[in-house]
């Protein structure tokens, strides 16, 4: 049974960077993508991104000049930074597994990370 | 890119049947048979539902369907349940990126 387990700093200041780490137990990360999501308090689900196991990534074209996914295979975690974060950009970060190719879904997700910005 | 559109709220009491709509566009809804809806529970990660419009998930009771009709995608419950009382969230692929729906409260009365 493939977990994803998440983790990284949930209280940061505005202009510092967000930094989140997300480890896959239970699976290999070939063959899939690799993909982060944001809620708001009290709003909806947000996609940021995604990477394969060999490093090719998509971005929302709104957070694309800030945001860079990364995947360690050895370690088989991938990872989200965030820079220059603002008041807006507290949420509840979660990552999950895509499945994709003629098909496209998200089966397994991480346990989510409250991040929250504040001075 | 916008939300997909989404009913804020349904209900319905115990057996019975609800249905959320989830509206999008030519470029995303209606361009790929890659729709998906999650179960949400308060506090909880998102859980996968239905996927590539119509198909269920291992575990997944068969009370829960999903069609799509043009630009516009459906999620119906029959048999309305007590644990089915949750937020609702569709996603679409759209080529380069992925778009949620604003979500759906379901209560069950």
């Known amino acids: 049974q493939v977990q994803l387990e998440q983790w990284g700093a949930g209280l940061l200041k505005p202009s510092e960077t967000l930094s989140l780490t997300c480890g896959v137990f239970g699976g290999t990360l070939s063959n899939y993508y690799w993909s982060w999501i944001r809620q708001p308090p009290g709003k909806g689900l947000e996609w940021i991104g995604e990477?394969?196991?060999?490093?090719?990534?998509y971005y929302i074209p709104s957070l694309k000049s800030r945001v860079t996914i990364s995947v360690d295979t050895s370690k088989k975690q991938f990872s989200l930074k965030m820079s220059s974060v603002t008041v807006a950009d507290t949420a509840v970060y979660y990552c999950?597994?895509?499945?994709?190719?003629?098909?496209?879904?998200?089966?397994?997700w991480g346990q989510g990370t409250l991040v929250t910005v504040s001075s | 890119q916008s939300a997909l559109t989404q009913p804020r709220s349904v209900s319905g009491s115990p057996g019975q049947s609800v249905t959320i709509s989830c509206t999008g566009t030519?470029?995303?809804?209606?361009?790929?048979?890659?729709v998906s809806w999650y179960q949400q529970h308060p506090g909880k990660a998102p859980k996968l539902m239905i996927y590539d419009v119509s198909k269920w998930p291992s575990g997944v009771p068969d009370r829960f369907s999903g069609s799509k009709s043009g630009n516009t995608a459906s999620l119906t419950i029959s048999g309305l349940q007590a644990e089915d009382e949750a937020d609702y969230y569709c996603?679409?692929?759209?080529?380069?990126?992925?778009?949620f729906g604003g979500g759906t409260k379901v209560t069950v009365l």
């Open positions: 999950a597994r895509v499945t994709g190719g003629e098909t496209y879904y998200f089966d397994y």
């Open positions: 030519s470029s995303d809804v209606g361009a790929y048979n890659y």
């Open positions: 990477i394969s196991h060999s490093g090719g990534t």
């Open positions: 996603c679409s692929y759209a080529g380069n990126y992925v778009i």
